[in-house]
């Protein structure tokens, strides 16, 4: 069971690290690593279902928004507290990523991945269109007072922080469980020969669209954890850019890795914020990175670490 | 206006647009067609077309047609080139996997948009049509005396986007002939059958691939440098294209290239129509979603033979 405990070691000390990293890094980067935390949520949420069983969506920004609005909409309209409002999102997004893979899921490859965008394009026009609750581009922003979380205020570095890494450590640990269950292995061999588990007896529609759900809900759980900590909800994390940015997370750090989300979204997060000095347009960054892993790194960091260094990494 | 003027007036802008349409789509069929691979930035290429047609007519000066007539030829060249390149740099090098060349393509699309966005920056720019007349329409209408012809206030059409009509029919017949009547045409089909017999019969099918991904994106920035003098060119202008593209080569049914005439002037025609009288937004999200639901339900397409 050497390795096993191995990889469990490894998930307890990047957590450890996080919570040392709090104490010693200079306020400046606590605010970007609770932001990263957060965005590794949603890098997590897309690599179960592109990482692990091989569907690749370009539509995932409509899961982000879903919890999003979910989260927001609830407060602004219903006056919610923020755990109902926050269960409320989680139901949004589930119930989105259902029919969505209802639909999406009877199509496969090229025609999956197109569907998927323009389903998030209908999502982000939708948005626009009910610019008179949604605020549209230019998002509403959510008062303090309306983010306490049992009475605690998230408002503060710290709470930030600490509520980020909270949610960041369930999603991430859960996460390295459930894909050594016989869940995450059939998910796996789905990926690696979908006729061949069809073969097998495993029912791989049920499969696929389980997975889809469970992603889409980790999106979603990204999407009002960011309108929580952050409290602003705005249409552009329902754009394009959106879909596209988690997926160069995942492919970065390592598609089908549990590290890997956290390492794509951390690396890619640096990168831009030192290329900032020199232009404003990052996306160009964002856009030479995929091309570039494409061609030449398509497992990414972690990928690459499994394959050269540790053999053993989950 | 009446409905019928107003209708009448509809219809020419969506002929306009179907124009446009027909040319940015059928760079993106054929791309599609022969290499089997979807090209995510399409619509960065018909930027840079109509980005292009601004440079080489404000740095010519003079009357407006000669900067047009030299944007036309040098725009769409310039800009298959630099399709070819990206090709034999980065496509080919992954081989033209599907998946990864989606991705691919997509980091292609912000280079190129962010770089037009650092060097043309983020205003939108004019370009001078060549002529513009504006020409009056009759419309005929039953009154008490018979038969009348008269001149509704309003409805006009440009000698430019009749022109713009045109010349994407001459592009659309000139392309037709070179496909089924040249030998280049002949490789070019030959490798869209079957590339590895191709291959085996001596067709250089790298070549061939690029040179059809250099064509695929000329005809989208012919369209754009078409465009320009209409709608002005911007470094985002490029999202609209691919989507109505991308919705023209589905319904046409993937790869086939009559379906994608047919449904670029259905799309063309309607989106024009539809605008007139709804709200665009709300167009657009029916147009996307039954678009998707098209693709969800009959993947091959509304005119499609069989399923790819």
Same mark, same amino acid.
């Given at each position: 069971m050497t390795r096993f405990s191995k990889a469990d070691a490894l998930h307890l000390g990047i957590l450890a690290m996080l919570v040392i990293a709090f104490f010693v890094l200079p306020t400046y980067h606590v605010g970007a690593v609770s932001r990263i935390m957060v965005l590794a949520v949603y890098a997590i949420g897309l690599n179960l279902l592109f $990482?692990?069983? $091989?569907l690749l969506s370009l539509g995932h920004a409509m899961f982000f928004a879903a919890g999003m609005y979910g989260f927001g909409l609830a407060i602004k309209f219903?006056?919610?507290?923020v755990l109902l409002a926050f269960v409320l999102a989680l139901i949004a997004a589930a119930a989105l990523s259902l029919v969505v893979g209802l639909l999406a899921l009877r199509t496969a490859g090229v025609a999956f991945m197109i569907v998927t965008l323009m389903f998030a394009q209908t999502a982000y026009l939708v948005v626009l269109y009910f610019g008179e609750f949604?605020? $549209?581009?230019e998002g509403f922003v959510l008062q303090q007072a309306e983010r306490l979380l049992l009475g605690f205020d998230v408002t503060s570095e710290t709470g930030r922080y600490f509520v980020a890494f909270s949610v960041f450590a369930i999603c991430f640990l859960g996460f390295a469980r459930l894909v050594q269950t016989p869940f995450g292995k059939r998910l796996i061999a789905i990926r690696e020969n979908e006729e061949r588990a069809r073969m097998l007896g495993y029912d791989v529609g049920r499969y696929k669209l389980l997975a889809l759900i469970v992603s889409g809900t980790i999106s979603g759980c990204a999407g009002a954890l960011y309108a929580l900590l952050f409290g602003y909800v705005g249409a552009t994390f329902a754009s394009v850019q959106y879909s596209i940015l988690p997926l160069l997370w995942v492919l970065l750090g390592g598609a089908g890795t549990t590290i890997g989300p956290l390492i794509g979204v951390m690396f890619m997060f640096y990168l831009i914020d030192a290329s900032s000095a020199y232009t404003n347009s990052y996306m160009l960054i964002a856009g030479l990175v995929l091309v570039l892993l494409t061609m030449f790194a398509p497992k990414g960091i972690a990928g690459i670490l499994r394959l050269r260094v540790m053999p053993w990494l989950p | 206006m009446d409905f019928g003027p107003h209708l009448m007036l509809a219809t020419l802008e969506g002929a306009v647009i179907a124009a446009i349409l027909v040319l940015t789509a059928m760079g993106l069929s054929i791309v599609f067609g022969v290499m089997r691979v979807v090209n995510v930035a399409h619509g960065e290429f018909y930027m840079l077309g109509a980005v292009l047609a601004w440079f080489v007519t404000s740095f010519l000066g003079g009357h407006p047609a000669i900067g047009f007539v030299a944007a036309i030829l040098i725009a769409p060249l310039l800009v298959g080139l630099i399709a070819a390149a990206a090709d034999q740099l980065v496509l080919k090098h992954i081989d033209y996997d599907p998946d990864r060349t989606i991705v691919g393509t997509i980091g292609i699309l912000f280079i190129i948009q962010q770089t037009t966005l650092m060097t043309f920056g983020p205003e939108a720019r004019p370009v001078a049509a060549p002529f513009n007349q504006r020409l009056a329409l009759p419309w005929f209408e039953f009154t008490d005396n018979g038969f009348e012809m008269f001149w509704p206030w309003g409805l006009s059409i440009t000698s430019y986007k009749l022109f713009v009509i045109a010349a994407a029919l001459t592009v659309l017949v000139a392309l037709w002939l070179f496909l089924t009547r040249t030998r280049i045409g002949l490789i070019m089909r030959a490798t869209q059958q079957d590339s590895e017999t191709a291959q085996a019969f001596g067709v250089p099918v790298g070549l061939v691939y690029s040179c059809v991904f250099g064509l695929g994106a000329a005809l989208a920035a012919l369209g754009a440098v078409l465009v320009v003098p209409i709608q002005q060119a911007h470094y985002l202008m490029g999202a609209d294209p691919l989507l109505l593209s991308f919705i023209v080569v589905i319904i046409g049914g993937l790869g086939s290239l009559p379906g994608t005439v047919i449904a670029a002037i259905l799309i063309g025609m309607s989106d024009g129509i539809i605008s007139v009288f709804f709200s665009p937004t709300l167009a657009k999200i029916i147009a996307t979603f039954l678009v998707a639901m098209v693709l969800v339900f009959r993947p091959q397409g509304l005119l499609g033979r069989t399923s790819t």
């Open positions: $990482g692990y069983t $091989g219903m006056a919610a507290p949604t605020r $549209g581009d | -």
